[in-house]
């Protein structure tokens, strides 16, 4: 089972930008589609966007269309998030994993923290 790294995630005032990485480990990466998850406080982990293993988006939760852009780069074995026009809720560690099931081990995630 791969691994996977989370990274890019800081904290930013609202309506500012971030760009986070997932690299994974392996060779299970460019032949599934991955998601990217997050968990705010007080929260279950909520799926937020998921792109096919041909880097075609087939998910955006309703809460991040329009500001938020998943892609992938399977030569580098990465996927990123453009988080643009942050908002307060946002704020949460984010995760990468195969959707549905989770056929990696979870990383330790990256926090992202939006101050109003």
């Given at each position: 089972?791969?691994?996977?790294?989370?990274?890019?995630?800081?904290?930013?005032?609202?309506?500012g930008s971030l760009k986070l990485s997932c690299t994974a480990s392996g060779s299970i990466f460019s032949?599934?589609?991955m998601g990217w998850y997050r968990r705010a406080p007080g929260k279950q982990r909520e799926l937020v966007?998921?792109?096919?293993?041909?880097?075609?988006?087939?998910?955006?939760?309703?809460?991040?269309?329009?500001?938020?852009?998943?892609?992938?780069?399977?030569?580098?074995?990465?996927?990123?998030?453009?988080?643009?026009?942050?908002?307060?809720?946002?704020?949460?560690?984010?995760?990468?994993?195969?959707?549905?099931?989770?056929?990696?081990?979870?990383?330790?995630?990256?926090?992202?923290?939006?101050?109003?």
């Amino acid at each position: 089972q791969g691994q996977l790294m989370e990274s890019g995630g800081g904290l930013v005032q609202a309506g500012g930008s971030l760009k986070l990485s997932c690299t994974a480990s392996g060779s299970i990466f460019s032949s599934n589609a991955m998601g990217w998850y997050r968990r705010a406080p007080g929260k279950q982990r909520e799926l937020v966007a998921r792109i096919t293993s041909g880097g075609s988006t087939n998910y955006l939760d309703s809460s991040v269309k329009g500001r938020f852009t998943i892609s992938r780069d399977n030569a580098k074995n990465t996927m990123y998030l453009q988080m643009n026009s942050l908002k307060p809720e946002d704020t949460a560690v984010y995760y990468c994993n195969t959707p549905p099931i989770f056929k990696y081990s979870w990383g330790q995630g990256t926090q992202v923290t939006v101050s109003s």
